[in-house]
């Protein structure tokens, strides 16, 4: 059965000519429907156009792209940003611009898509170790690694379906005694979610209590970071010191292809001043985060407490007694009462068996919460 979203994702969204609750997709902190956002993309469409119409560089440079990575420079409290069109590219970027500064690269296995792409093309040597599994890295780490090489780590920050962390102080403890190692990050799902300033894993790492300082460890750890997920926007960046995005820059992705839309730069440039200077937007998504894992944690389903606004339920968090419900009648049967929640069987990090994801948003209520759980207690009675 195909669905069409007929409304700006949002709380509440119109799927197939019906007004659903909406507990699908990235929209974590609710601003793709924001009239701030609107409008500026709105005015720069009346403005600009639609497209520069040729890549960045020479006559294809525009002020809107320079906004976003001074907003991004801001957000991040870094020298600079790199903006692109995707953030799908991002991990691309990385690899290619990083090229002279690495040897192997061991990945996650469980990572995303577009870091396994990145890795594969990126031309060195790659090895996969167990999902999360620090042990297994410095095994394979003593293993593969020959004299002098100088390895990458690549890892999800927030990973897409199972919303489980990367562990990050596990992963600098391991790797602190490697010369010139490097972590990399697809930040994606931690943009603007994670962290007390919302700038993502190495922030949600940095600022928990019983945690040293992090950059003490000596080794570097670099984010890609994705627009179109919590922010609204579109496209993709980096933030970083001054000398690595121009190292960056240089790559032969960003010089060929074409650049973001403007309305989109101009949405993403909004986006991150807007978040910026209302930190409160992220409190209420935390507290929304909360208050969801609480009531289904009563309905028999073991969720950890975290921030992160992506619910995993699958048969290996079921403790509600008997066999684990079937998810996909779920999924379906929520469909039908105008809840909308995800069921996944083959993305990157789902659990054995699928899942139902589940995305708590900023702008829902608590009573939409209530009403979500509500439904799955009744569904769950009946199974």
């Known amino acids: 059965m195909p669905y069409a979203m007929q409304s700006p994702p949002g709380a509440r969204t119109l ?20 009239p701030g956002l609107l409008a500026a993309a709105a005015d720069a469409l009346a ?26 420079a801001r957000f991040w409290e870094t020298d600079a940003s790199l903006y692109y069109v995707s953030g799908y590219l991002g991990n691309a970027v990385l690899l290619q611009g990083l090229t002279d500064d690495y040897d192997r ?52 920050g927030v990973f897409p379906i199972s919303g489980e962390i990367a562990p990050l102080p596990a992963y600098l403890e391991v790797l602190r005694n490697y010369d010139g190692a490097y972590i990399c990050l697809d930040d994606a799902h931690a943009t603007g979610v994670l962290g007390p300033h919302g700038r993502g894993t190495l922030d949600y790492w940095q600022t928990l209590e019983d945690k040293r300082n992090l950059g003490d460890l000596g ?19 980096i933030p970083g010191d001054a000398a690595r995005i121009e190292q960056l820059n240089r790559i032969s992705i960003l010089g060929a292809s074409s650049p973001p839309a403007l309305p ?31 009531a289904l944690r009563r309905l ?21 007694g008997g066999a684990p419900p079937d998810l996909a009648r779920l999924r379906q049967e929520l469909y039908d009462r105008d809840v909308c ?15 139902l994801r589940i995305a708590v948003f900023a702008t829902h209520t608590t009573e939409q919460i209530d009403r979500l759980t509500a439904e799955l207690r009744d569904l769950g009675s009946r199974s």
Not at 15 to 26: E, H, M, P, S, V
Not at 51 to 67: D, K, N, Q, V
Not at 225 to 235: D, E
Request: hydrophobic letters at 40%; proline letters at 5%.
């Open 341 to 355: 929640v995800a069921h996944v069987t083959s993305y990157s990090s789902t659990p054995p068996g699928g899942a």
């Open 219 to 237: 080794v570097l750890v670099v984010s890609s970071h994705t627009l179109s997920k919590a922010l609204g926007g579109h496209g993709g960046v």
């Open 105 to 156: 690269i061991f990945v996650d296995e469980s990572a995303h898509f577009s870091v396994w792409d990145a890795a594969r093309a990126a031309g060195a040597p790659v090895h996969a170790f167990r999902h999360r599994n620090a042990a297994h890295l410095s095994a394979l780490l003593r293993r593969r690694l020959r004299p002098g090489e100088r390895p990458l780590l690549f890892s999800d």
């Open 47 to 72: 403005r600009y156009g639609l497209t520069t119409a040729t890549s960045r560089g020479g006559y294809g440079e525009h002020p809107l792209f320079t906004s976003v990575e001074s907003a991004a």
């Open 264 to 294: 989109a730069a101009a949405a993403s440039a909004w986006a991150l001043s807007h978040l910026r200077d209302h930190p409160e937007r992220r409190a209420r998504l935390w507290s929304n985060v909360a208050h969801a894992r609480a």
């Open 15 to 34: 799927i197939n000519g019906r007004w659903c609750d909406y507990f699908a997709g990235t929209g974590y902190l609710g601003l793709q429907g924001h």
């Open 300 to 320: 028999g389903w073991a969720l950890e407490d975290s921030p992160v606004p992506i619910l995993c339920l699958h048969a290996g968090n079921w403790q509600g």
